[in-house]
């Protein structure tokens, strides 16, 4: 029922658009109009696919041994981003789902951070590995900081201007995080900026 309800809302602002440029084109064809008509066509599919991504979250991975810092050494050399300190540290994992988790709050940081640089770092513990995704942007509310998890929920304000997204982001990092056993959380840093953080058990 909430997956449905995104996708009704979601989708009809750009097929609106859609609408509304083909029977513009109708009478004066234009480059310009096809091109927006296109990116509409684009906005929809990208929606789309982060629906029926959110809905493919609820199945666990098979585990297998995973080399945590080889996985974050790839993910930051993919992303442009900083590893901070990454350590020896193997755990039973599914690959998939922890590549898809790290990778979406790096783009998370990336969008959010207001262009500041993001960093990875990496804390091994016998009983547990720790994930760390930091940025030196506006950080959240403190009271909206496990709203941002809800599937559609979009923060008002710095962290939410311009920056286009779905909504869907977070909640699939929760869902997939909690489908294998694993927690995820916000704090707001310190010295300005936002952390998350993925705990693993070993």
Wanted: proline residues 6%; aromatic residues 4%.
């Amino acid at each position: 029922t909430t997956l449905l309800a995104g996708i009704s809302h979601d989708l009809r602002t750009p097929m609106t658009r859609l609408q509304l440029n083909l029977e513009m084109l109708r009478d004066a064809p234009e480059p310009a109009r096809i091109d927006k008509a296109v990116a509409d066509l684009d906005d929809m599919n990208r929606l789309i696919a982060g629906y029926l991504e959110l809905a493919r979250t609820t199945q666990p991975e098979t585990r297998v041994s995973v080399d945590l810092a080889a996985l974050l050494g790839g993910l930051a050399a993919e992303a442009g981003v900083g590893v901070a300190a990454s350590v020896p540290c193997r755990v039973g994992a599914g690959p998939l789902a922890l590549r898809q988790i790290v990778a979406n709050l790096i783009q998370n940081a990336q969008r959010y951070g207001g262009d500041t640089p993001v960093e990875l770092a990496l804390e091994c513990a016998p009983a547990e590995a720790c994930i760390y995704v930091r940025d030196g942007g506006p950080g959240i509310p403190a009271d909206q900081l496990d709203k941002v998890f809800r599937p559609f929920y979009r923060l008002e304000g710095s962290r939410a201007q311009s920056t286009g997204g779905t909504g869907l982001g977070l909640a699939i990092v929760r869902q997939l995080a909690e489908t294998n056993g694993w927690k995820v959380t916000l704090r707001n840093r310190p010295q300005g900026g936002l952390e998350a953080a993925l705990r693993i058990r070993r």
